[in-house]
């Protein structure tokens, strides 16, 4: 083969190596063979030309693959930054692609400071010792000035390098990361930099073009998400701001129509003829506060609940301006004083102890509820006023002995004040002490208006004719309001419930009775119904009820008994004849002591504990005495029955 074939044959050998991209060995390995083969001088230039030129094309392939690599990582990393992220996902996200597009030690980004001032990092990976997050980067810190400029800068090796003005501070940091080599592109908004994304080594390094144009478009990817961010985080500010805003205002709805449902109901309660205690007791739940009223003496007309540690003298100053103002004031412990004024005329004060503190509208809303007070006090009084007479007549005609009307005139005079007297009804009856008659009957006319009773004065004591079942409660109410208003004590009694009109007659007697005997047995200020006297409040009724009597106090044995064939009842009618021994008892009973024990103690479960004692234990006598006589006349009767069946 002639020299120009074998040329021409080592070339196509080497684009042949060229097109199936063969590694840079084959090439130089093909190269050695032929030298080898060809000792001419001219021949072997040209084949180390040949090889040469293939190795630079292979190296342009090497280097187009690199960018081909680095654009799709570019591409992937732009895919990444599009997703939403919080700022400092996002800038880990960029820190960790720019570390693995070219190979860095260590990333880090910096930011200026909100306010214009420097620039502080804010995250980076990679760091061994003391490049912490926060860490001020100085002017000097190797490339300020070029970063201002919007250019890219680097430095094979930064301790060493004399363009770089350098500061201890800076210098020590990068000594203890061991950095050498740093390269540093700018991120920018619309030409101006308000960051720098980084990247070193710990050796020398010298950075290509490409290198530095890969990360400055990086930057400049990292540059745009990063706005996006701040404008993403802004606009959710904004609707958070928003959406508080939005939540505020459907508070402040929601309040405004709770107040507006308040003022409705307050004033249907005024227009409704509601009591003060009504009218206090929504004022309380509108205004979520402890409500006081009290009469210009300064007593307690009604309250929702206790106002504690209250100094009276301070209290008064307080009242005082409130009267002179016309207008709540505030008083100690977050308490409010609103004076019950009308026409220059005192009527009292509320006082409001508010579980929080109280808004404009809640404001607002204590002077209505002084108002509608106000208005509630003089609308009752108007009512004491003009219906008094009528109402205390009826009572009295009721109350005659013997009757000085029919029964259906009094029931039709009733009906007309709205008083149904077919329902039950008790009679109070008080007698205060130190003669406060005066005080107790101007009290006993509005709290019988409230309740749509009657009331009157007779014999020195106060007379309540009201509506309910329960004497004894109604006795403990009238007691606890008239008592706080009067500086004397008050002795209370009631009976009930009545039958009809033509029964409260009886009963006002044996409520005078009942006073009677609680004032002698307990003294003044003692309150008690009928019902509560045991036995004694038997004697003193006119209409005995002996089977109610024995059912309130032996029921439960009785019951027992009924149920379960037992014989407690004659045990403890035995063990009261044997002078309370059980050892007695139990020869009467023909059974073993461990046995009327047995029962007694069941009997304690019944009755509960203060059976044996004296008072309990007199009425558990007399009831078994009433039950065995009441068991020997039945018998009787029903014998008697028989006998006159047979004859």
Same mark, same amino acid.
């Given at each position: ?9 080592? /070339? ?22 032929? &030298? ?16 040469? =030129? ?8 090497? +280097? $187009? ?24 996902? &996002? ?40 490049? !912490? ?13 070029? &970063? ?17 003005? !350098? ?69 959710? %500010? ?32 005024? =227009? ?10 929504? /004022? ?28 009276? $003298? ?9 009267? /002179? ?21 005192? =009527? ?34 108007? %009512? ?10 009826? *009572? ?20 007309? *004040? ?6 039950? !009804? ?23 208006? $409230? ?12 007379? =309540? ?14 007691? /606890? ?57 038997? &004697? ?49 009973? !023909? ?10 103690? $069941? ?8 059976? +044996? ?35």
């Amino acid at each position: 083969m002639s020299d120009a074939a074998s040329l021409h044959t080592y /070339a196509l050998s080497i684009l042949e190596l060229l097109a199936h991209e063969a590694p840079a060995d084959e090439i130089e390995n093909l190269l050695h063979a032929a &030298l080898d083969a060809s000792p001419n001088p001219e021949q072997s230039a040209y084949l180390e030309r040949a090889s040469q =030129l293939g190795l630079e094309v292979l190296a342009l392939f090497s +280097q $187009r693959q690199k960018r081909e690599a680095d654009m799709a990582a570019l591409i992937d990393t732009a895919r990444d930054l599009t997703y939403p992220h919080d700022l400092d996902s &996002l800038l880990r996200v960029i820190i960790r692609q720019a570390r693995r597009l070219l190979g860095f030690d260590m990333t880090y980004i910096a930011l200026q400071d909100e306010n214009g001032g420097g620039w502080h990092i804010r995250m980076s990976e990679g760091e061994t010792a003391d490049l !912490h997050i926060g860490l001020q980067v100085e002017p000097g810190y190797g490339f300020g000035h070029a &970063l201002k400029r919007n250019a890219a800068f680097w430095t094979p090796d930064y301790l060493r390098d004399g363009r770089i003005q !350098h500061t201890k501070r800076m210098d020590d940091v990068v000594r203890g990361e061991g950095q050498r080599a740093i390269l540093a592109v700018p991120l920018h908004r619309g030409g101006t930099p308000f960051g720098g994304l980084y990247g070193s080594d710990r050796a020398v390094r010298h950075f290509s073009p490409h290198e530095a144009g890969l990360l400055r478009i990086l930057a400049d990817l990292a540059a745009v998400a990063i706005d996006k961010s701040w404008v993403l985080d802004q606009a959710r %500010a904004d609707v958070d701001d928003l959406e508080d805003d939005a939540h505020q205002a459907r508070l402040q709805v929601a309040r405004m129509r709770g107040l507006l449902e308040a003022e409705r109901r307050l004033i249907g309660l005024v =227009l409704g003829s509601g009591d003060v205690s009504a009218v206090t007791v929504a /004022a309380s739940d509108a205004l979520d506060s402890v409500l006081v009223v009290r009469d210009t003496s300064g007593q307690t007309i009604t309250a929702t609940g206790d106002i504690p540690d209250l100094d009276e $003298r301070s209290v008064a100053r307080a009242l005082l301006d409130a009267q /002179a103002g016309n207008c709540p004031v505030a008083a100690e412990n977050g308490v409010r004083i609103a004076p019950l004024q009308a026409s220059g005329e005192n =009527l009292g004060s509320l006082f409001v102890h508010p579980h929080g503190a109280l808004t404009p509208e809640d404001e607002q809303l204590l002077q209505l509820v002084a108002q509608c007070l106000t208005i509630t006090m003089l609308l009752q009084r108007r %009512a004491v006023v003009v219906g008094g007479p009528v109402r205390d007549e009826l *009572l009295d005609d009721l109350l005659a002995d013997p009757p000085s009307h029919s029964q259906r005139h009094l029931v039709d005079r009733a009906a007309r *004040l709205s008083i149904d007297l077919a329902e039950p !009804h008790v009679v109070v009856v008080a007698r205060p002490v130190g003669g406060e008659q005066g005080r107790a009957g101007v009290w006993a006319a509005s709290y019988a208006h $409230r309740l749509n009773g009657l009331k009157g004065v007779l014999s020195g004591c106060v007379v =309540l004719l009201l509506s309910g079942n329960d004497a004894s409660d109604a006795a403990k109410r009238v007691s /606890a309001e008239l008592s706080s208003l009067l500086s004397n004590p008050v002795t209370v009694a009631a009976a009930g419930p009545t039958r009809g009109a033509a029964d409260a007659g009886r009963v006002y007697r044996e409520a005078m009775r009942c006073l009677d005997v609680v004032t002698l047995l307990q003294g003044n200020g003692a309150t008690a119904a009928l019902d509560d006297l045991g036995f004694l409040g038997l &004697l003193l009724s006119d209409d005995r009820d002996i089977d109610g009597f024995i059912d309130s106090i032996l029921g439960p044995v009785l019951a027992y008994d009924s149920e379960r064939l037992t014989g407690l009842a004659r045990t403890l009618q035995a063990y009261f004849e044997a002078d309370r021994s059980p050892t007695h008892a139990a020869d009467v009973l !023909h059974v073993h002591p461990n046995t009327v024990s047995r029962r007694l103690e $069941r009997i304690t479960e019944l009755l509960g504990p203060e059976w +044996q004692k004296p008072q309990q234990a007199l009425e558990l006598q007399l009831a078994l005495r009433l039950q065995q006589s009441r068991s020997a006349l039945r018998t009787q009767g029903r014998t008697a029955s028989q006998s006159d069946g047979d004859l």
